[in-house]
């Protein structure tokens, strides 16, 4: 391979090196059809492939999000996981998914979070390598990121944060030092600094990255993290998103003066070489992949959407007995979240919510109970008709000035064009539909977006406005702009003709046009209170209450931390509303974070769901019915309330974020401040009994017997921690070390063996990676603080 690299370099002039080094597009690589180099698509990831291009023509399968697949703790299940990602990005022509996510849950409040797996290190490594190396397997490559230190949103573009090596060496560094072991062909630097330099350009891209670790593959940049020419001369090998901005012209005229030389060129030319020829990008030989068909995927995705749901208390009440009637309420019931928000975000092209999964498998009835949000939603497209094509969905025409230059049929209402040629040379769009009242009453129907924007309704001109952004995040403009409305009352199957037309505004500093433009409504509803009152009724009368609580798409997304764990709006106080009238009351939680649940004693169970992908509401009547037991344990400490949480603050002093902790992060910090939080890391419960045998250790290598003595099939994940008394070094109470997870039929046993790391035994000293000499215990349970057999290991 290198010979054939050394090949096609030496027939590159400088221009075409250059041109290789920043993006071609959005998503796109540079290719050069004269040495038979494709142009190479990468995609977001991490949980399901999108592709170049946010249209609902071109849907993904939604996978579970990154705590729920950290919330499985078996990386088994990201064989089939990888699989079926490296499916959708070839069906997708995407050369590299960019994930997955590892940075960690340092604080509660980080807004991506859900993104990422767990706060420990070792969990997360585990995953990220299992999801690495199957995603390879298959030929396309993964994208390991964010190299590194960042774990929440706060300013994420300018922030410094400040950690001392060992912390960095142990906790931040080490899920990519894995990931870079198991073989990765390409990795993502971060937006922020740390300690005093800005990842694109700071020296951990060099050590430990590419000369301990010996990483050969790709480091992209975050999208418009490259702060300069200059940059040009360190780690960064490639410029997103292209065409070139930064890299391209002005560097050339710094390399034609001697000012960076040519060879730091080559050696990020030489990187997208190896990783063209690892794809299959160079001589244009696609790696075969095995083919999911729609059906395998949802029943993968359902799979692992169960095997991830953490059960954190069940008095009994679950699994539901056959025909058990139940109320449905919560928000979250009808109008769950698949997925978080922000660049994860995929179009699913089937959803099932937790009320569709249930129909047909229990008798029920539902209401919300809450309204969550006061937004708009997308208008759907069951009330939508296209005036031009007479079909379910809009139009979209794309003007400058008079001329139309394009028109789409669309089916959705929320438009987010990133890097769309069309719209890169329109003056404004044009988005009109027929809408038809499914129900009659006050309607409120509008726009959400950024620039000047104008309704018509029925030809009349009911809003004109400039609309400033609330944030400068992109992501935040494109997913989450401003809203208009009016009020319009409608007799049920009335139609209204509406259309928006929305201004493009000037283009923005290496991205180009992006717009986030949606056509909304909100229908007809009950006052708050009677909405309300109408749960609660519904919750006394029914022999189970499930309540289906959830965070919003405005509160857990990228590129803004949470201001707070509580759940938003009055569902807190329906769940104890719902709670008093029935003292079978199941609660579940639709979020990728956790939240403060101040009801959580006076309900029969909890049963968190994360954002479990697609497949959600089919998962949860598996879970609840006993087809399957939950399979989770958490990722992440749960507490109670934040004001106990040990690390939460995220917000930078004068520009900086002083990780202070150093190593104590997670549950290592609760430990330490010895504050119980309200469910552990590893807890999870499921719905058969267990026994363990005597735990022996040979050396670095650990059995155990589990036999399941109950009477269903179930899941159990064994987890083994050190601890270290009498240390000369600061050290956790106690540290994840290993950990396997078996599934046994009713009677069945089986020995699990784990073995724990060398890693595991050492510490980052002044001089690098040291042991200390001596006793360690090892000690053996069910989370980290049921831990009942313990051993010493020399
Ligand atoms: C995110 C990355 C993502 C990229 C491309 C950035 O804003 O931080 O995770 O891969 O956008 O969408």
Known sequence: MEDRIEKFLAELDLDRKLALISGASLFRMAGDPAIGLAEMPVSDGPSGVRGENWDESDPSV????????AATWDSTLLDDIGALIATEARRKNVYAVLGPTMNLHRSPLGGRHFECFSEDPLLTAEMAEAYVRAVQAHGVGACPKHYVANDSETDRFTVDVHV???????????????????????????????????????????????????????????WTAVRSTESAADGTDLCMPGPPYLWGEPLAEKIRSGEIAESAIDDKVRRILRFAIRVGGLDGTARPTPVFSDAQARDLVRRVASQAMVLLRNDGV?????????????????????????????????????????????PLTHTAGVYLSEDLIPAP???????????????????????????????????????????????????????????????????????????????????????????????????DPPQR????????????????????EAAMPGLGIILGATLGIRRPRRDDDEEFAAAVELARTAAVAVVVVGTTEQIESEGVDRTSLRLP??????????????????????????????????????????????????????????????????????PATSADVPVLDTSPVDGVLEYSESIHIGYRAWLRAGTEPAYPFGHGLGYTSWETGDLVVNERELTLTVTNTGGRPGKQVVQAYLSRADSAVDRP??????????????????????????????????????????????????????????????
């Open 62 to 69: 939604s996978l579970p999000c990154g705590t729920a697949i």
């Open 164 to 222: 001392d090596d060992r912390a960095l060496r142990e906790l931040y560094l080490y899920p990519f030092e894995r990931t870079v072991e198991a073989g990765a062909w390409m990795v993502m630097d971060a937006y922020n600094s740390v300690n005093g330099t800005t990842m694109t350009e700071n020296p951990l891209l060099d050590e430990p990255l590419k000369g301990t670790w010996g990483f050969d593959g790709v480091v992209v940049s975050d």
């Open 318 to 362: 679950l699994p539901l007995a056959p025909h058990t009637e139940v109320a449905v309420l919560g928000p979250s019931a009808r109008e769950p979240r698949f997925l978080g928000g922000g660049s994860a975000t995929v179009i699913p092209g089937h959803t099932v919510t937790p009320v569709e999964g249930l129909t047909g498998r229990l």
């Open 381 to 479: 497209l069951a009330i939508m008709t296209d005036p031009e094509t007479g079909e379910p969905g809009l139009s979209a025409r794309y003007l400058a000035g008079d001329a139309v230059l394009g028109v789409q049929h669309r089916t959705s209402s929320r438009l987010v064009l990133l890097g769309e040629p069309l719209a890169a040379k329109s003056s404004a769009i044009e988005l009109r539909t027929r809408l038809r009242a499914d129900v009659a009453g006050d309607w409120q129907i509008g726009f959400g977006g950024v620039g000047h924007i104008r309704l018509d309704l029925d030809g009349e001109t009911v809003l004109d406005e400039n609309l400033a952004p609330e944030s400068a995040d992109p992501a935040a403009m494109l997913l």
């Open 485 to 504: 409305r009016v009020t319009r009352t409608l007799a049920l199957g009335e139609e209204i003709d509406v259309r928006v037309v929305t201004g493009i």
């Open 569 to 638: 709006g009055r569902q807190d106080e329906l769940v104890a509303a719902v709670a008093a009238v029935n003292p079978r009351t199941v609660v579940v939680v639709n979020s990728g974070a956790p939240v403060e649940m101040p009801w959580r004693d006076e309900v029969s169970a909890v049963l968190l769901a994360w954002f479990p992908g697609q497949e959600f509401g089919a998962a949860l009547a598996d879970v609840l019915t006993g087809v399957v037991e939950p399979g989770g344990r958490l990722p992440t400490t749960w």
């Open 733 to 794: 109470v106690r540290w994840l070390a290993g950990f396997g997870a078996v599934t046994l039929a009713p009677g069945e046993s089986r020995t699990v063996t784990i073995t724990l790391p060398a890693r595991a035994f050492q510490h980052w000293g002044p001089d690098g990676w040291e042991t200390e000499p001596g006793e360690f215990t090892v000690l053996v349970g069910t989370s980290v603080d049921d831990l009942p057999h313990a051993a010493r290991v020399h």
